[in-house]
């Protein structure tokens, strides 16, 4: 399957999360990012979010949205793309490790919700907390 990811945010998050990933990984054609910032409208956003689902579909079988935090901006544009895309996958918590492992093995895994629970998963085991005592865990 062949997958576009179109990344939402408050602010340059997505942005930068996205060139960090391209630092780990070269670039990557089939991400884009897109950051809602002061003063800009909510409507704007989601223009431009729809101007680029438009344009995936030529070349994509689906685009899997990334946003940084159920119940914002972001995450609610996103939701209103499903009234025309009722089979859009969105992830919320954006992350670096949620990022590059779900394009690593984008291309790999066919199922989109696995595809994306893995994910989660991983990233969700890179979040620890590093004090005194991780230096004395076996």
Same mark, same amino acid.
């Given at each position: 399957?062949?997958?576009?990811? /179109? ?18 990984m070269? &670039?990557?054609e089939?991400v ?5 910032? &002061?003063?800009? !409208?909510?409507d ?8 680029? %689902? ?5 070349d994509?079988?689906?685009?899997? /949205?990334? $946003?940084? %935090?159920?119940?914002? !901006? &972001? !995450?609610?544009?996103s ?11 969105i $992830?919320?918590? %954006?992350?670096? &490790? ?16 696995? /595809? ?5 998963g ?10 005194k ?6």
């Amino acid at each position: 399957m062949k997958r576009a990811f /179109l990344v939402i945010t408050h602010g340059d998050m997505g942005v930068e999360t996205v060139k960090s990933m391209e630092l780990l990984m070269g &670039p990557q054609e089939n991400v884009t990012a897109l950051g809602l910032h &002061p003063g800009e !409208s909510v409507d704007d956003l989601r223009t431009k979010v729809y101007d680029i %689902l438009q344009a995936n579909e030529a070349d994509y079988d689906e685009t899997v /949205l990334l $946003v940084d %935090l159920l119940g914002g !901006s &972001p !995450s609610n544009v996103s939701l209103s793309t499903l009234a025309k895309y009722h089979d859009m996958k969105i $992830v919320t918590g %954006l992350s670096l &490790p949620l990022l590059v492992n779900i394009l690593n093995f984008s291309e790999a895994e066919d199922d989109t919700e696995k /595809l994306i629970t893995d994910s989660i998963g991983v990233a969700t085991e890179g979040m620890k907390l590093i004090d005194k005592n991780f230096l004395h865990q076996s």
